[in-house]
C-alpha cells in the first residue's frame, strides 16, 4: 500500500500525489470539454446548414414550382418587401397593432376563463 503525504514535496519538478490527482482530473475535464467543443460546432454547423438548405429549397420551389406569389413567395422576395415596409414605417406601426391585438386579446381570454372557472371552484371547495 502506498503512502500519500500531505507536506509538499522540496524537489523541483515533484508534484505531490494530492496535485497528480487534481492534474489527472483537469486534463480529463479538458479532453472532455475538447471532445464536447468539437460536438457543439458540428451540431451548430449542421443547424446553420439545414437551414440555409431550407431557405435554397424554399426559393427553388417558390420560384420554378410554384409560381404564384399568393400560394407562396420566394424568401428574397419577403425579404425585399419587409425592408420596403421597414423603411416606409409600415412594418413598425402593423408590428405595434398586431401586437396591442394580442395583448388585448390574452386579457379579455384569461379574465372570460377566470369568470367561467371561478364559480366551479367555490362549489368544490
Do not use: C, K
Not at 503512502?3 to 508534484?15: F, K, N, Q, R, W
Not at 505531490?16 to 486534463?27: H, N, T, V, W
Not at 480529463?28 to 470539454?33: A, E, I, N, Y
Not at 475538447?34 to 429549397?57: C, D, E, K, M, N
Amino acid at each position: 500500500m502506498t503512502e500519500i503525504s500531505l507536506a509538499p514535496e522540496t524537489e523541483l519538478g515533484s508534484v505531490p500525489a494530492a496535485d497528480a490527482r487534481l492534474i489527472g482530473a483537469e486534463e480529463s475535464f479538458t479532453r472532455g470539454s475538447r471532445a464536447a467543443r468539437s460536438a457543439g460546432t458540428t451540431s451548430r454547423l449542421r443547424a446553420v446548414v439545414s437551414i440555409v438548405v431550407g431557405f435554397v429549397l424554399w426559393e427553388i420551389v417558390a420560384r420554378f414550382v410554384i409560381h404564384n406569389d399568393a400560394f407562396l413567395a420566394a424568401p428574397s422576395a419577403v425579404a425585399t418587401r419587409g425592408l420596403i415596409m421597414l423603411r416606409d414605417g409600415q412594418l413598425l406601426y402593423n408590428t405595434w397593432v398586431s401586437t396591442e391585438e394580442l395583448v388585448i386579446g390574452f386579457v379579455f381570454g384569461a379574465v372570460a376563463g377566470i369568470l367561467i372557472v371561478r364559480p366551479w371552484r367555490r362549489g368544490a371547495g
